[in-house]
């Protein structure tokens, strides 16, 4: 199989890449040279927004196309244009965030969507989104598009900081705020159970938008951090603490402590997704234990410093509002 990755330096595209590599597929990386690709793949520099930014891609004939992009569907809807006579099947790594808000708990794929348009720029993500997945499919068609809605994602190469931040913490010892319930469940995907199901999908000829994130509850809170704390080898002691203490020391659920949300709209709309589509087409994810291991073994390989996207905040709790939620 000939691949061309559209990105693939950081995170999931990276995963995607590295992925194809171990099945001996022909891999080639468009980015924009700010990373350094795996080795054995053909790199190919450019830069999408800019004015002949796709002039690399003006030669070449693959048999898959995966996109990350998450910014103006412009750039999808020019690099789909450009490959769909050279390329036979385009897979978008989307976003389960294309759904109207609120997106009920349970919904599926057939769930009403954002309004939005391939043409546009300087629109918000979720429209940036929805326009991605237009852009592709007026390319493409539907039969030779597949639409990966990804939830919430974790594992090595990490570069937004949901899971890196935990494992830091706890690191570090001491008293440590974890927010409960202990047993709320938990919904994710390690990067690479996406990368191989995109990559078997792909080569299955599979098309359509499929949820892609693991099943609800595939662990919970407490097994999460409970795991950062094994593999680190901390002191750490876990402080169980309800969302309403939490919430009331100002910190704010998803940001303030990542990957956390307390029961409620937006918990039902990020960690209860109906997956049984992409699970009936083989979706399989390993244990919680392993992706926390994995990500703390990649860390501890870069002294603890994650990659952290230009494009998204900072994110973890400032120790004032650890101690006040914490009553120390």
Same mark, same amino acid.
């Given at each position: 199989?000939? %691949?061309?990755?559209?990105?693939?330096?950081? *995170?999931?595209?990276?995963?995607?890449?590295?992925?194809?590599?171990?099945?001996?597929?022909?891999?080639?990386? *468009?980015?924009?040279?700010?990373?350094?690709?795996?080795?054995?793949?053909?790199?190919?520099?450019?830069?999408?927004?800019?004015?002949?930014?796709?002039?690399?891609?003006?030669?070449?004939?693959?048999?898959?196309?995966?996109?990350?992009?998450?910014? #103006?569907?412009?750039?999808?809807?020019?690099?789909?244009?450009? %490959?769909? #006579?050279?390329?036979?099947?385009? =897979?978008?790594?989307?976003?389960?965030?294309?759904?109207?808000?609120?997106?009920?708990?349970?919904?599926?794929?057939?769930?009403?969507?954002?309004?939005?348009?391939?043409?546009?720029?300087?629109?918000?993500?979720?429209?940036?989104?929805?326009?991605?997945?237009?852009?592709?499919?007026?390319? *493409?068609?539907?039969?030779?598009?597949?639409?990966?809605?990804?939830?919430?994602?974790?594992?090595?190469?990490?570069?937004?900081?949901?899971?890196?931040?935990?494992?830091?913490?706890?690191?570090?010892?001491?008293?440590?705020?974890?927010?409960?319930?202990?047993?709320?469940?938990?919904?994710?995907?390690?990067?690479?159970?996406?990368?191989?199901?995109?990559?078997?999908?792909?080569?299955?000829?599979?098309?359509?938008?499929?949820?892609?994130?693991?099943?609800?509850?595939?662990?919970?809170?407490?097994? %999460?951090?409970?795991?950062?704390?094994?593999?680190?080898?901390?002191?750490?002691?876990?402080?169980?603490?309800?969302?309403?203490?939490? %919430?009331?020391?100002?910190?704010?659920?998803?940001?303030?402590?990542?990957?956390?949300?307390?029961?409620?709209?937006?918990?039902?709309? =990020?960690?209860?997704?109906? =997956?049984?589509?992409?699970?009936?087409?083989?979706?399989?994810?390993?244990?919680?234990?392993?992706? =926390?291991?994995?990500?703390?073994?990649?860390?501890?390989?870069?002294?603890?410093?994650?990659?952290?996207?230009?494009?998204?905040?900072?994110?973890?709790?400032?120790?004032?509002?650890?101690?006040?939620?914490?009553?120390?």
């Amino acid at each position: 199989m000939r %691949l061309l990755m559209l990105g693939g330096t950081e *995170f999931a595209g990276r995963a995607v890449v590295e992925a194809a590599l171990a099945r001996d597929w022909e891999v080639t990386v *468009f980015h924009r040279g700010s990373h350094e690709p795996p080795a054995g793949v053909v790199s190919l520099l450019g830069d999408r927004t800019a004015p002949d930014g796709l002039a690399a891609l003006a030669d070449g004939r693959w048999d898959v196309v995966v996109d990350t992009w998450s910014w #103006d569907p412009v750039a999808v809807r020019d690099a789909a244009r450009l %490959l769909a #006579d050279r390329a036979g099947r385009y =897979v978008y790594v989307s976003s389960r965030s294309v759904y109207a808000w609120p997106p009920a708990a349970g919904l599926a794929e057939d769930g009403p969507l954002v309004e939005a348009s391939p043409d546009a720029t300087g629109v918000p993500y979720a429209e940036a989104k929805r326009g991605g997945e237009l852009a592709v499919l007026g390319a *493409f068609g539907e039969e030779r598009v597949l639409l990966g809605r990804a939830g919430l994602i974790i594992g090595p190469w990490e570069n937004v900081g949901r899971l890196p931040w935990w494992l830091n913490r706890i690191a570090a010892g001491g008293p440590v705020l974890a927010p409960g319930p202990r047993d709320l469940p938990l919904q994710y995907i390690d990067v690479r159970d996406m990368a191989e199901w995109l990559l078997d999908a792909a080569q299955a000829g599979v098309s359509g938008p499929y949820n892609l994130v693991g099943p609800p509850g595939h662990t919970t809170m407490g097994e %999460l951090l409970d795991a950062c704390v094994r593999v680190t080898g901390s002191d750490a002691e876990l402080r169980w603490a309800e969302p309403e203490a939490v %919430l009331g020391a100002g910190i704010e659920p998803w940001s303030g402590l990542p990957i956390w949300i307390p029961p409620g709209e937006l918990y039902d709309a =990020v960690h209860r997704a109906d =997956v049984s589509r992409a699970l009936a087409a083989g979706l399989r994810c390993r244990p919680v234990a392993e992706t =926390v291991a994995d990500t703390w073994a990649w860390l501890r390989g870069r002294d603890g410093a994650a990659p952290q996207r230009a494009d998204r905040p900072a994110l973890g709790v400032k120790p004032e509002q650890e101690a006040k939620a914490l009553g120390l």
